[in-house]
């Protein structure tokens, strides 16, 4: 009798493979067994999960670049400039570095902000308080933002995120609450005058 896993030189290739595939997939059946493909369907799942949460994450640091530069280029104060500068700076290199990420895990990685993002995150609102140069409501829409960034840090948190990944996106989280908190305190330096 023939052995089913041995083919011979008529068996085209492709019809080889298929009946070895199906053959693991009916062997993996059995009790005790799981079936390989599950195994992979699994992780491509968990894969793809964090593959949207960083590019989710990619969407937040690159409207916040955005912003920043705007609220830099409009700001009247030298202070306000240089602050807007670095926490432009810091969205960038964040988004590079989640960018960098997703491609490792065989993902595309997000390139841009996204509309929906800006408006929540209060950009939008920043090119009014921008065109008016006020320096308070400047900070006010900057801190809607970081307000806004962090809360989708802390959202990425409470996935399941690889050791790694999650050291990674934890320091992130840190430096935006370190903008939040500039920001929060500046502008309240101009409330008060």
């Keep these: ?3 089913p896993t041995q083919t011979d030189s008529r068996t085209p290739p492709a019809v080889a493979i298929t009946t070895e595939s199906n053959m693991l997939r009916n062997a993996a059946s059995e009790p005790g067994l799981t079936r390989m493909d599950d195994t992979l369907d699994q992780n491509g799942d968990a894969d793809r999960k964090i593959i949207a949460t960083l590019n989710e994450l990619i969407e937040v640091s690159k409207d916040g670049e955005k912003g920043f530069a705007l609220a830099a280029k409009d700001s009247k104060e030298p202070s306000l400039t240089i602050l807007f500068s670095e926490g432009e700076q810091s969205c960038r290199a964040a988004a590079a570095e ?4 997703v491609r490792m895990l065989g993902g595309r990685a997000e ?3 996204s509309m929906k993002a800006a408006v929540h995150r209060g950009w939008i609102s920043l090119k009014s308080a921008a065109t008016s140069r006020d320096s308070k409501a400047i900070l006010e829409e900057c801190e809607r933002g970081e307000d806004y960034a962090k809360a989708k840090y802390v959202d990425a948190l409470k996935q399941n995120l690889p050791e790694p990944l999650r050291t990674l996106v934890e320091r992130q989280y840190q430096g935006v609450v370190a ?3 500039r920001v929060r305190d500046l502008r309240n330096q101009y409330r008060a005058s």
């Design 1 to 3: 009798m023939k052995d």
């Design 179 to 181: 903008n939040h908190d």
């Design 111 to 113: 390139d841009d902000g």
């Design 98 to 101: 989640l960018q960098d990420q």
